[in-house]
């Protein structure tokens, strides 16, 4: 671990054990339970909300996080990926999040609107935890999250739900928002259920000091070690968070004052060393051993995904020669005397050209497929999305590429009775649907607001060429005298719906000359459509003229 200059678990432990937050918390949290009644307070900017303790006799069963009809959770359930089972938590405290969460709601509405705040925090001990970290999750998860900081800090709450709850909260970027304090004799947090998994960042307490992990799978660990060290007392569970409180703080500024000499030169080493010491363990006995290991593998586990992004970032200038090579047929197509765009050549030629173009277009997707296998599975960095050197990439490989997987798709792969169309089935490859997922959280705000006064180099709705292939088979439908007149006004009104907004991406500018291309596919409908409607006497789109001039 030589690469590794610093281990930090125990310095954020003291950083979150030196403010106010943890004991003002710890304090309502009291007051909660011994009302049994849910609190709020405003302390210097920030409003508390603390959960009252439920006593529960034995733990619930684990049920769906979105439940059909109450709509508390189904902005989080696109959080989740089709290859995993759904997030779970547990019944009865989902059933106590219920009963309270929509007053919470109004009761964190009122009292921003009373008076200006800066942050909001919502806490409990024990199960009151448990359902504070539910109530943050379901105001984190919701199309217009509180504006404000929000922040959930839990004392020996029992852990919620299970893995794919646990992956899907790292998923959305709210992980970081949960700070959850356990004592290293607290059995509650700990309960052994390996369907449970925890999220957030975890600070053990001891006698001794703290230390935080935020890494599921190094949390499990530690509760294993923990565990091995035999059954604790548990009714001195809420005396020892008390004392935590109360004294670690203080323990810890004479702590750092007075140790001697006996702190290695190595900074890593030391770090390390201070982390297993503020958990009451020795260096030599079994249960320090093993947390050392813990602590060590946790940062390797921290470090892992910033070095894959380091990698990943060689690895898309590897690809860049592909991506120019699409972009350089994309202009020989344009300037070609067949005038017809890169899609439709691609779709109706299989020359050495389009050969190479495909390798180019293969070589591309296996790269961006890795890169969304590797955030569904949280092998990134969290913020990784948030860097505008991805969101651009994505946009420019997705702008360019998706027209040519959609021609692939339709001259190879394309089937009326079979397969469906390139947007129904799942055919629509899923790294696309991420990647409109970050454009339209992230990316839109970056999008040049004034109107354009020239053709976009690549069309905007990348599947454009995808809606026009159904188009192409609902006109065909249409002329078909095989078509009854109930099915052909169903048919009639989607060829409009496209008509119009084909002819606003036009007008707009927002297409790209390929489609404007003399023998374009879509000249081509539009030509058929012209004939259908003077056939039959219907009138044109207004400045449906005007739209296709080039």
């Not at 733990?59 to 989080?76: I, K, Q, T, Y």
């Not at 489609?515 to 879509?522: I, K, R």
């Not at 259908?532 to 400045?543: C, S």
Request: aromatic share 10%; net charge negative; charged share 25%.
């Amino acid at each position: 671990m030589e690469e590794c200059r610093f281990e930090t678990s125990e310095l954020q432990a003291s950083l979150m054990m030196s403010t106010p937050l943890w004991s003002d918390s710890w304090s309502l949290c009291n007051v909660a339970d011994s009302s049994r009644s849910i609190q709020i307070q405003h302390i210097a900017g920030t409003m508390y909300v603390a959960l009252p303790e439920v006593e529960m006799n034995q733990p619930g069963n684990l049920v769906g996080l979105e439940v059909a009809g109450d709509e508390f959770f189904s902005a989080f359930s696109t959080a989740s990926t089709s290859d995993e089972p759904p997030p779970m938590v547990n019944g009865a405290i989902r059933e106590l999040f219920v009963s309270s969460a929509r007053f919470i709601e109004s009761q964190i509405t009122q009292g921003l609107e009373m008076e200006e705040r800066k942050q909001v925090i919502i806490t409990g001990y024990s199960t009151g935890g448990a359902v504070a970290a539910l109530t943050t999750l379901w105001l984190l998860s919701q199309p217009s999250p509180p504006s404000l900081p929000l922040l959930c800090i839990t004392f020996g709450s029992p852990l919620l739900g299970n893995q794919s709850l646990s992956s899907s909260i790292s998923r959305s970027h709210v992980a970081q928002n949960f700070c959850h304090v356990v004592s290293i004799h607290d059995l509650v947090p700990r309960r052994n259920d390996e369907q449970l998994w925890p999220f957030g960042t975890y600070l053990f307490c001891s006698d001794n000091g703290g230390l935080c992990l935020d890494n599921a799978a190094s949390v499990r660990t530690m509760f294993l070690i923990l565990n091995s060290r035999g059954t604790p007392n548990i009714d001195e569970e809420r005396q020892r968070y008390e004392h935590y409180v109360s004294t670690l703080s203080h323990q810890f500024l004479i702590s750092r004052s007075s140790r001697s000499g006996d702190i290695s030169d190595n900074s890593y080493e030391a770090g390390v060393a201070l982390a297993v010491e503020s958990l009451g363990f020795s260096d030599d006995h079994p249960s320090g051993i093993s947390a050392k290991e813990c602590i060590e593998a946790a940062t390797r586990m921290s470090r892992a995904p910033i070095e894959r992004a380091s990698e990943l970032a060689i690895e898309l200038g590897d690809v860049l020669p592909s991506r120019l090579e699409i972009q350089w047929y994309k202009d020989s197509c344009e300037a070609s005397p067949k005038k017809l765009g890169y899609y439709d050549n691609f779709k109706l030629y299989s020359n050495p050209r389009e050969l190479k173009v495909n390798m180019s277009r293969a070589k591309l997707a296996k790269f961006w497929d890795r890169v969304y296998e590797m955030v569904e599975t949280n092998q990134l960095p969290p913020d990784f999305d948030f860097e505008l050197k991805w969101l651009f990439a994505t946009q420019f490989y997705q702008l360019l590429a998706e027209p040519l997987d959609i021609a692939y798709f339709y001259k190879y792969k394309y089937s009326r009775t079979g397969t469906g169309h390139y947007m129904e089935n799942g055919n629509r490859p899923k790294r696309y649907l991420l990647f409109d997922k970050w454009w339209k959280e992230r990316g839109e705000c970056h999008r040049v607001k004034t109107a354009r006064t020239r053709y976009a180099s690549t069309t905007q709705d990348t599947c454009f060429w995808a809606k026009l292939e159904e188009a192409k088979e609902w006109l065909d439908d249409v002329r078909s005298e095989g078509t009854d007149a109930q099915r052909r006004a169903l048919l009639w009104e989607k060829i409009v719906g496209f008509e119009s907004y084909a002819d606003t991406l036009v007008k707009m500018k927002d297409a790209s000359l390929d489609v404007l291309a003399e023998n374009s596919s879509y000249r081509v409908w539009v030509k058929k459509l012209e004939e259908f409607k003077t056939d039959n006497g219907i009138g044109m789109v207004v400045g449906e003229s005007d739209a296709m001039e080039t």
